[in-house]
């Protein structure tokens, strides 16, 4: 705002951007992953995304249940301190969950410990 000596203003200097587009991308981004959460939360199957860091950013309530970690309390932590794998039930602990299947030989029994004791025969894929 231009102010004359009396402090009145004389003029506006001002930007107007039609923010149309862009808001209706944020919408159909927004809508899109709020789809992505509601099929990740109906399949049958855990699911568990990470960062780039290997920090838990998101898991379905299947993984919630077969890890024995609730989302709330996961988010952010190493993936290595939910994901608790061996081979066997009693069987060695894989230590480096992201070098499957390179180097994981196939007979590999895969065993989901989870946090209160229950423990799961698993298929795991990890994929970037």
């Given at each position: 705002?231009?102010?004359?000596?009396q402090?009145r203003?004389?003029?506006?200097?001002g930007?107007?951007?039609?923010m149309?587009e862009?808001k209706?991308?944020?919408?159909a981004?927004?809508?899109?992953?709020e789809?992505?959460?509601?099929?990740?939360?109906a399949?049958?199957?855990g699911?568990?995304?990470?960062?780039?860091?290997?920090?838990?950013?998101?898991?379905?309530?299947v993984?919630?249940?077969?890890?024995?970690w609730?989302?709330d309390?996961?988010?952010?932590?190493?993936?290595?301190?939910?994901?608790?794998?061996?081979?066997g039930?009693d069987?060695?602990?894989?230590?480096n969950?992201t070098?499957?299947?390179r180097?994981?030989?196939?007979?590999?029994?895969?065993?989901?410990h989870?946090r209160?004791g229950?423990?799961?025969?698993?298929?795991?894929?990890?994929?970037?």
């Open positions: 705002v231009i102010l004359d000596d402090g203003p004389l003029r506006l200097i930007t107007n951007i039609d149309t862009l209706s991308l944020a919408e981004l927004h809508e899109e992953k789809r992505l959460h509601i099929t990740l939360d399949i049958g199957e699911v568990i995304s990470t960062d780039s860091h290997l920090r838990i950013t998101f898991m379905n309530p993984a919630e249940q077969m890890c024995g609730p989302l309390l996961a988010i952010g932590m190493p993936v290595a301190g939910v994901v608790r794998l061996t081979n039930k069987g060695p602990e894989i230590e969950l070098q499957y299947p180097q994981w030989p196939a007979d590999y029994a895969l065993v989901l989870s209160d229950r423990y799961f025969d698993v298929q795991q894929s990890v994929s970037p």
